[in-house]
Structure formats: C-alpha cells, structure tokens
C-alpha cells in the first residue's frame, strides 16, 4: 500500500523554526515529482510548496518564499520542507502530497502534522 507520512511538527514560538518530514512507504521517491500543502484552520487546501523529481525545480508560494526550504533525499525516501521565520499565519496542518490533480487535489496525501505558531 503507498503511503505518505508526515512528521515534524508541533508548537513553536513567532520567529522559531521546525523541520518537517514526509517518509514515502509502499513506492519509491525516485522520479516523482513532490509537493507540500497546508490547511489553516477553516480555510482550504493551500499549496506552499514543490520539488521535481531531480531537485532541480522548486516553486514557493509568496507566502512562504524566502523562509521555507524543500529537499529530498531519494535514498531515504523522504522529503522535508524546511521552515524558518515562521508565523502565527503558518499555523496550519502540513501535508505532503503526490499525483497533483489540481492545487487542491492530489491523487495520495499524508494525514498531515499539527503546526503552530504561537507566544
């Protein structure tokens, strides 16, 4: 079964930084293309984030360009999105994602990490 799991989260203070990851089981990383999204609470699906298969192409949205940081590592077969600066804006469920059908819509989804942002 192909499975996404996200880790990494949790609560942070206003300027902090966390780390999160996102382990592939059940496939491999190896040529897919990645992306990170969040959901703030009663709000939508928003795309933050993405990462080609080869690392060469990432795209941030505007909100998080010049703070947030995505990688991978094909061998471990885990993608991470770095987060610095962060707000009480980025107070948000993160999820990692494959096969995007739309910004909204992707064909596999982790059940996501809890992170917020808050003094």
């Known amino acids: 079964e192909m499975q996404l799991m996200e880790s990494g989260g949790g609560l942070v203070q206003p300027g902090g930084s966390l780390r999160l990851s996102c382990v592939a089981s059940?496939?491999?990383?190896?040529?897919?293309?990645m992306f990170w999204v969040r959901q703030a609470p009663g709000k939508g699906l928003e795309l933050i984030s993405s990462i080609s298969a080869d690392s060469e192409d990432t795209y941030y949205d505007r909100s998080v360009k010049g703070r947030f940081a995505v990688s991978r590592d094909n061998a471990k077969n885990t993608v991470y999105l770095r987060m610095n600066s962060l707000k009480p804006e980025d107070t948000a469920v993160y999820f990692c994602?494959?096969?995007?059908?739309?910004?909204?819509?992707?064909?596999?989804r982790g059940q996501g990490t809890q992170v917020t942002v808050s003094s």
């Open positions: 994602a494959r096969d995007r059908v739309s910004d909204t819509i992707y064909g596999l």
């Open positions: 059940g496939f491999s990383l190896t040529g897919v293309y």
